[in-house]
């Protein structure tokens, strides 16, 4: 069974800096979509960012409004790591943050976690003011 790691979680100030990256034993260069979610106790798994090999509108990475400009997703084919640099880290950042790939309709539902067929154990980011 295919399974994702993440690592780089940590405990920063705001306005600190965080790269988070996720491996496994997945080829990076061959799935349409790897994502970046993240998810507080009592809430909703929330889409933060999402990588799109080809697609109708170009393909390319998307955000989430509440960390466009202060986010970048981006992959690594030869090391089959996608990775989230985070800078400008604010308190609302802090969350359980997991890495996705493999959905059947992310080019369409890019958001929707439930579409994505793998996941790692998540690594934890606490921003703290």
């Known amino acids: ?25 997945i080829y990076t260069a061959y799935v349409n979509c790897m994502a970046w979610f993240r998810q507080v106790p009592g809430k909703e798994r929330e889409g933060v960012a999402v990588i799109r090999v080809g697609g109708g509108d170009g393909g ?10 202060r986010f970048i997703i981006s992959k690594d084919n030869a090391k089959n790591t996608l990775y989230l640099q985070m800078t400008n880290l604010k308190t609302d950042d802090t969350a359980m943050y997991y890495c996705a790939a493999d959905s059947p309709d992310c080019y369409v539902r890019p958001w929707s976690w439930s579409d994505y067929k793998k996941w790692g154990q998540g690594t934890q980011v606490t921003v703290s003011s």
């Open 1 to 25: 069974q295919v399974r994702l790691v993440e690592s780089g979680g940590d405990s920063v100030q705001s306005g600190g800096s965080l790269r988070l990256s996720c491996t496994g034993s």
């Open 60 to 69: 390319g990475p998307i955000y989430a409004d509440s960390v466009k400009d």
